[in-house]
């Protein structure tokens, strides 16, 4: 008896000593009956004198341990804490009593380590005493203590959110069925992307927050129940060469991972983690956005490939199942459509497919924004049924493996814009074939405006537009962005007072008011034969996709001299350069240097990502590095001095940009204009690099001197303008 006095000498004596407890009504009886029950190892019968202690003023203290003792050793903690609630809320107890029990069943679990629901008594303590101090205490102390280690860590380290916030949180996000992040970022102020940190941190992933922008996966949400995703908190994202990206409120929950194991058939998966409220929008997006008649009708039609198969083949595996493969397939047939659709959703301009012996894997890359990106691998025996199936949608011929093809796709698929690509497909070594399909996604112009071109371009290109007939050059290799250029230059003197033809191969773009002709070199139509007939054809302004022969550009400087405004694009790098190029052609100087109105040599580059690119101040080293490639008499023009507040700019990562820092392209550009003294190096057939100086005399920025001011502007950095300028 002594002995468990001693014991019971809790935190608890003390909260209940204050209350005038009358003495004596009988439980110490029943208090030592209880006792030697349980230690004669009868337990249900102690615990029952237990129970009937409740019923008396006995303090809880004295109650609590021995019972809780007792049950231990049949049941789980949070089973008898539901009992003993139980009891309790039979009993009728007054609130102060039930606070008392609960409180006493706090502390035991804490001491016990159940502190998750020492936490939950304490709460249903101070319900039912909001006004004691002491249990307040006791649950900032504890939450502190519950969180740190856990996914708001971050958050209360760096003193953004109090432990008696997060309580708050922690009990409104119980009542209002809000998460308690949500009610962090809503209520308590705290910006979400330092929420996603928090998250970030604890789970050790990255965290992605709502972008109504984002693809609809429907290859991975096609087996999947909205309502499903709803209850358990997680969505597909994306499909890609790592795996299947899930978006997941809590990547730490076993039971859930497992099952998404189980549903996505396969164990490449890469969790994210983001607030459950987020997660919801993107279900709803995913299956009742914009896109809700597709992703449903796609699911029947495509369903998924879900059970494609990452993993090594065994080898004796291989020709069995390439028979099985052939371009009959379903299974090839959808996954074709699959990366189809969704490099067009990723804006991708070109799909490669590329076999590979040595890792026995076919691999698919999307360039996006200019540059490769692995997109999936499969295994390397689908690669037949791949190039197969690509031959059949381009209509050509599917048995030959050995010669280069190239066709044209038709897409056509419910619930996708319908759009064309261009397949080329290539005999690689061992017996291989590779495939590369151009996207080409039938966009209107870009507003001239828009092109990203600097004052003083922008200033030449109006008054060369102005020009009634002339020539007008736009130059830079294969996807520089010439057409998109010409394009928006059309755009602009487009209207109906003039008569625009053009010969393009193939036409990427389509405006409104313009004649375009798609140029067929197989039967015979190629430039030359387009633009003799447009002669014939009433023209204004000719706009010929390529000036690839000496017959083509020939015609072209006769139609401009003769009235009609022509422009045309060349594969040269430099605009001195394409000058020379056309000379050694063999056109004649006289007449060439008479149509000429400018050459617009350009190249994109990547844009950083406006939401996360870095601020920093270079070095003087860094600083004179850049001067000296813009070429230091050159670069007093910019103005810009090195100075503590000079700026550049560097790549981070964010959700908007996928992680690269970049999101966008734009254009450098180097624009020479056909003044008289440029016409006069012309007509003396004067090298490139004295048609460079006389230009740069006059005004003209090469492309590399136009990238490194944009660097400056913070459009971009320098890896990209010197990735993209090599001298
Ligand atoms: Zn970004």
Redesign the pocket.
């Known amino acids: 008896m002594i002995k468990m006095m001693v014991n019971l000498k809790t935190a608890t004596a003390e909260l209940t000593a204050g209350n005038n407890t009358p003495a004596h009504n009988g439980f110490e009886e029943i208090l030592q009956r209880a006792l030697s029950l349980k230690e004669l190892g009868l337990l249900d019968k102690a615990v029952a004198e237990y129970e009937n202690l409740l019923k008396t003023d006995c303090p809880p203290s004295k109650i609590i341990p021995g019972m809780m003792d007792c049950l231990l050793k049949t049941q789980s903690p949070s089973k008898i804490i539901r009992k003993i609630d139980k009891v309790v809320h039979g009993l009728r107890l007054s609130a102060l009593r039930i606070a008392q029990i609960h409180f006493v069943l706090g502390l035991e679990n804490e001491r016990r380590g159940h502190e998750d629901l020492a936490l939950d008594m304490y709460r249903a303590a101070s319900e039912a005493d909001p006004k004691n101090k002491k249990i307040k205490e006791k649950i900032i102390r504890i939450v502190s203590k519950l969180y740190s280690g856990s996914r708001y860590d971050y958050l209360l380290r760096k003193k953004m959110v109090t432990p008696d916030q997060l309580r708050t949180a922690l009990s409104l996000s119980k009542k209002t069925k809000q998460s308690v992040e949500y009610l962090l970022i809503e209520q308590f102020n705290i910006p979400k992307i330092e929420v996603g940190e928090s998250l970030s941190l604890y789970y050790k992933c990255p965290f992605r927050s709502f972008d109504p922008k984002t693809a609809v996966p429907v290859e991975l949400i096609g087996n999947l129940k909205k309502s499903f995703l709803l209850h358990d908190s997680w969505v597909p994202m994306s499909w890609g060469k790592n795996g299947v990206e899930i978006l997941i409120d809590d990547p730490g929950d076993l039971r859930k991972t497992g099952q998404i194991r189980g549903l996505t058939k396969t164990t490449r998966i890469i969790f994210s983690v983001g607030i459950r409220e987020d997660i919801e929008k993107y279900v709803f997006h995913f299956f009742d956005g914009k896109t809700e008649s597709s992703a449903k009708d796609m699911i029947t039609e495509l369903d998924m490939i879900p059970d494609i198969d990452f993993e090594e083949e065994d080898d004796d595996l291989l020709e069995a199942e390439e028979d099985l493969l052939n371009e009959e397939s379903s299974q090839v047939v959808r996954l074709v459509d699959q990366v189809i659709i969704n490099a067009y959703r990723k804006n991708a301009s070109d799909i490669h497919i590329e076999p590979s012996p040595e890792t026995r894997k076919t691999g698919i890359r999307f360039r996006l924004d200019g540059v490769c990106q692995e997109y999936a691998q499969v295994p390397e025996h689908m690669a037949r049924g791949i190039l197969s199936r690509l031959k059949i949608m381009a209509g050509i011929d599917i048995a030959e493996r050995r010669l280069p093809q190239d066709g044209k796709i038709k897409f056509r698929r419910k619930g996708v814009k319908p759009f064309e690509l261009r397949l080329a497909t290539i005999p690689t070594a061992g017996g291989r074939e590779d495939a590369v399909l151009r996207v080409l996604a039938s966009a209107g112009a870009m507003a001239f405006s828009d092109m990203g071109l600097n004052e003083r371009n922008m200033k030449v290109m109006e008054r060369i537009l102005d020009q009634p007939y002339g020539m007008i050059l736009v130059v830079g290799p294969t996807g520089s962005g010439k057409t998109t250029t010409l394009h928006s230059a059309l755009g602009r003197i487009n209207n109906p007072g003039i008569k625009i033809w053009t010969a393009e191969d193939p036409v990427e773009i389509t405006q409104i008011g313009l004649r375009q002709v798609e140029a067929k070199p197989k039967i015979g139509l190629d430039f030359a034969r387009i633009m003799r007939s447009f002669l014939r054809a009433d023209p204004d302004v000719i706009m010929i996709g390529e000036m690839r022969d000496f017959e083509t550009a020939s015609i072209g400087i006769e139609a401009s001299l003769t009235g009609h405004l022509v422009f045309s694009t060349l594969h040269t790098n430099s605009a001195p350069e394409t000058v020379t190029r056309l000379l050694d052609m063999g056109l004649n100087p006289l007449n060439f240097s008479d149509s000429l109105l400018g050459v617009l040599a350009q190249r994109l580059l990547r844009r950083l ?1 406006p ?2 690119k870095k601020k920093y101040h270079p070095s003087r080293e860094e600083f004179d590095e850049i001067i000296s490639e813009y070429g230091r008499e050159a670069f007093k023009i910019t103005q810009i001095e090195y100075t503590p507040d000079l700026t550049l700019y560097r790549p ?3 959700d ?2 996928s992680g690269t ?1 970049y ?1 966008g392209r734009m254009g450098i550009h180097e624009l020479l204009e056909g003044t008289p003294e440029i016409k006069a190096l012309i007509k003396k057939k004067s090298t490139s690099e004295q048609i460079l100086k006389i230009s740069a005399g006059q005004g003209m920025a090469t492309l590399k001197q136009d990238g490194i001011v944009k660097a400056f502007l913070g459009l971009t950095d320098m890896d990209e303008v010197r990735r993209v300028c090599i001298n």
């Open positions: 990502c939401k996360c981070w990562k964010c908007a940009c820092g999101k």
